[in-house]
């Protein structure tokens, strides 16, 4: 079953082609890899699916609802693009009660269990501004997760994580594999890629190339 399918896309920006032709779908409950160097495409291709960006050209449907015209922005989503954005004076729990109290679907205790699912403690009072940059990836994936999303857009969730967290990141989105979660993950570790994926693409100059699991 598709989740994600991308028709046609072109994304023009001035006279800069930034995608060009995309025709992929992906299928529900795997894990489906994004490769290519910085500038290829990959950030925006994640945008185009998220509904931040609006292609030239195309359709972009996520569940079977066009992104644009049927909603802005798909349902059931968590999103890590670029650098998670928090407020740095608050706390982490403090941060993630203030997003979850916009939709109204957690409890303080789903917060809570969530932040040390990641390997965060709650209680601690250090503000996001003086977090390592693998505590604010750690937060950043929380925040993605907490709401029990059906799908999750990452881009570089690895980043700034140590040996130890790399390998509880890559142990965790397995297990949401298994509970029929669908991941689109980018990154530039081929080790991640490998481990990881079902399916692997890779973005050149804004072309998509299918390579694993077609």
């Not at 693009?81 to 409890?107: M, Q, V």
Request: glycine share 10%.
């Amino acid at each position: 079953m598709t989740i994600i399918d991308m028709k046609n896309i072109n994304l023009k920006i001035g006279k800069n082609d930034i995608l060009k032709n995309i025709n992929v779908e992906f299928e529900k409950g795997k894990i489906h890899g994004l490769i290519g160097r910085n500038g290829s495409g990959k950030t925006m291709l994640m945008k185009c699916i998220c509904g931040f960006v609006k292609p030239t050209d195309g359709t972009v449907f996520v569940a079977d609802k066009q992104i644009g015209k049927d909603c802005d922005f798909p349902d059931s989503v968590g999103i890590i693009i670029e650098t998670p954005g928090f407020i740095p004076y608050y706390s982490g729990y403090r941060n993630l009660k203030l997003l979850a109290d916009l939709n109204k679907k957690i409890d303080k205790e789903k917060i809570r269990n969530t932040m040390q699912m990641v390997g965060l403690v709650p209680d601690l009072k250090r503000h996001v501004k003086k977090y390592s940059l693998g505590m604010r990836q750690r937060l950043g994936l929380a925040q993605a997760i907490m709401e029990n999303p059906d799908l999750l857009i990452l881009d570089e969730p690895m980043n700034g994580l140590d040996k130890d967290g790399v390998s509880d990141m890559r142990k965790y989105l397995l297990n949401l594999k298994e509970q029929g979660k669908t991941i689109l993950i980018a990154s530039h570790s081929a080790e991640d890629i490998e481990i990881l994926c079902d399916t692997v693409c890779e973005m050149d100059k804004g072309g998509l190339t299918k390579l694993k699991g077609w």
